[in-house]
């Protein structure tokens, strides 16, 4: 049996911690070649995973390569280009979320793969959670009722990723929102079945990593230049959706706050429901009742599981978990909240794509 050829654009530490290791685990996939635009970098992960060629352009990847499927694993900002050549060349892609830097690169990848009728998956690989889908099984039982209300949280009370890739809007396209607040808007959008938004209205600060004390204070991977940091620190949104519903969107990476907080709430008709820790909230004969596992969670190895679900998704030629369209219409309302922010004032979601 022909082993799949996959190649990696991108030889950074998401390369490495979540994609190398994984698809090294599967017998029926070769690594084939790695792309970077830098040369030393490509070479390293090249010689350490084994992988027989490497290159500073994936463009020559591309065309010499015969490559069934690519990992972007590339800034946020890059990852539209990388995946419209990788998609036109006939090869399938698996991008890191969230889907591009902006609305409009997710736009134009999401059409790329109509257009070459490859697949393309964004990895959210939060859709993996048992916990998360207990909540779209309450929702989907109708558990829940109609469910009017829900809160995305993606907070940290410390936890500044350091490097331009994530402080620099020219790279990353914005700060927490788009680095952990899209997994708590997809989370929502998921286990709900991507209900239709229509406005969106947000704030956004850089109270703190633009301040010179905290910022000696040290991130993940050590300080950071206040004057490099451009985007914000923190983005709370208020988004209303066409069918009555609203969601409540907090994210950060650094706040005065207790704890870390990664979850989302749900309150409808018939009872309400969180994921960490996983509870339902009923009314049982006459009761209010708190249900909850009997025991322990034990979530699978979710980065695996992603890359696992992606080879399979090519296999059997349709995606098997976060296809185009539902990764774009994550960006829809990270977009949307940012321009909020931005412009000081509600404004309309797009979404009719």
Same mark, same amino acid.
């Given at each position: 049996?022909? !082993?799949?050829?996959?190649?990696?654009?991108?030889?950074?530490?998401?390369?490495?911690?979540? %994609?190398?290791?994984?698809?090294?685990?599967?017998?029926? *996939? #070769?690594?084939?070649?790695? /792309?970077?635009?830098?040369?030393?970098?490509?070479?390293a992960v090249s010689k350490e995973y084994k992988i027989p060629h490497?290159?500073?352009?994936?463009?020559? $990847?591309?065309?010499? #390569?015969?490559?069934?499927? *690519?990992?972007?694993? &590339?800034?946020?900002?890059? %990852?539209?280009?990388?995946?419209?050549?990788?998609? !036109?060349?006939?090869?399938?892609?698996?991008?890191?979320?969230? $889907? /591009?830097?902006?609305?409009?690169?997710?736009? =134009?990848?999401? +059409? /790329?793969?109509?257009?070459? !009728?490859?697949?393309?998956?964004?990895?959210? =690989?939060?859709?993996?959670?048992?916990?998360?889908?207990?909540?779209?099984?309450?929702? =989907?039982?109708? +558990?829940?009722?109609?469910?009017?209300?829900?809160?995305?949280? /993606?907070?940290?009370?410390?936890?500044?990723?350091?490097?331009?890739?994530?402080?620099?809007?020219?790279?990353?396209?914005?700060?927490?929102?788009?680095?952990?607040?899209?997994?708590?808007?997809?989370?929502?959008?998921?286990?709900?079945?991507?209900?239709?938004?229509? &406005?969106?209205?947000?704030?956004?600060?850089?109270k703190i990593c633009t301040d010179p004390t905290m910022a000696k204070?040290?991130?993940?991977?050590? %300080?950071?230049?206040? =004057?490099?940091?451009?985007?914000?620190?923190?983005?709370?949104?208020?988004?209303?959706?066409?069918?009555? $519903? &609203? $969601?409540?969107?907090? &994210?950060?990476?650094?706040?005065?706050?207790?704890?870390?907080?990664?979850?989302?709430?749900?309150?409808?008709?018939?009872g309400g429901a969180q994921m960490t820790p996983l509870e339902l909230?009923?009314?049982?004969? @006459?009761? @209010?009742?708190?249900?909850?596992? %009997?025991?322990?969670?034990?979530?699978?190895?979710?980065?695996?599981?992603?890359?696992?679900?992606?080879?399979?998704?090519?296999? !059997?030629?349709?995606?098997?978990?976060?296809?185009?369209? +539902?990764?774009?219409?994550?960006?829809?309302?990270? #977009?949307?909240?940012? @321009?909020?922010?931005?412009?000081?004032?509600?404004? #309309?979601?797009?979404?009719?794509?």
């Amino acid at each position: 049996m022909r !082993k799949l050829r996959v190649g990696i654009i991108g030889t950074g530490n998401i390369a490495k911690v979540a %994609h190398l290791p994984n698809y090294k685990k599967l017998e029926d *996939v #070769e690594l084939a070649a790695c /792309a970077d635009i830098d040369l030393k970098a490509a070479k390293a992960v090249s010689k350490e995973y084994k992988i027989p060629h490497f290159y500073k352009d994936y463009n020559e $990847m591309l065309e010499k #390569e015969s490559l069934d499927a *690519v990992s972007v694993c &590339t800034p946020n900002v890059v %990852h539209k280009d990388p995946t419209i050549a990788a998609l !036109k060349a006939g090869v399938h892609v698996l991008t890191e979320k969230p $889907m /591009a830097g902006s609305l409009s690169g997710a736009k =134009q990848m999401y +059409e /790329a793969s109509k257009r070459y !009728k490859r697949i393309l998956i964004v990895g959210y =690989q939060t859709r993996f959670r048992i916990d998360l889908n207990s909540i779209k099984d309450f929702v =989907q039982a109708g +558990e829940l009722g109609e469910v009017y209300y829900s809160r995305a949280l /993606a907070l940290r009370k410390w936890g500044v990723p350091v490097r331009l890739t994530f402080i620099d809007r020219k790279l990353s396209g914005g700060g927490p929102l788009l680095d952990i607040g899209c997994y708590a808007v997809d989370m929502i959008m998921y286990v709900l079945g991507f209900p239709a938004p229509k &406005t969106a209205y947000a704030v956004t600060y850089d109270k703190i990593c633009t301040d010179p004390t905290m910022a000696k204070k040290e991130g993940w991977g050590g %300080h950071w230049k206040p =004057q490099n940091f451009n985007v914000e620190d923190s983005a709370f949104a208020f988004v209303k959706f066409r069918n009555g $519903m &609203t $969601m409540l969107l907090e &994210t950060n990476w650094a706040s005065f706050s207790p704890a870390d907080v990664f979850n989302i709430v749900l309150l409808g008709t018939r009872g309400g429901a969180q994921m960490t820790p996983l509870e339902l909230y009923k009314d049982i004969l @006459r009761k @209010r009742v708190v249900i909850k596992p %009997h025991d322990e969670i034990k979530q699978p190895d979710i980065y695996e599981q992603r890359i696992f679900k992606f080879i399979e998704s090519v296999k !059997k030629g349709k995606p098997l978990f976060c296809p185009a369209i +539902e990764g774009l219409k994550d960006q829809a309302i990270l #977009e949307a909240v940012d @321009r909020s922010a931005e412009l000081e004032k509600e404004v #309309e979601v797009e979404w009719d794509f």
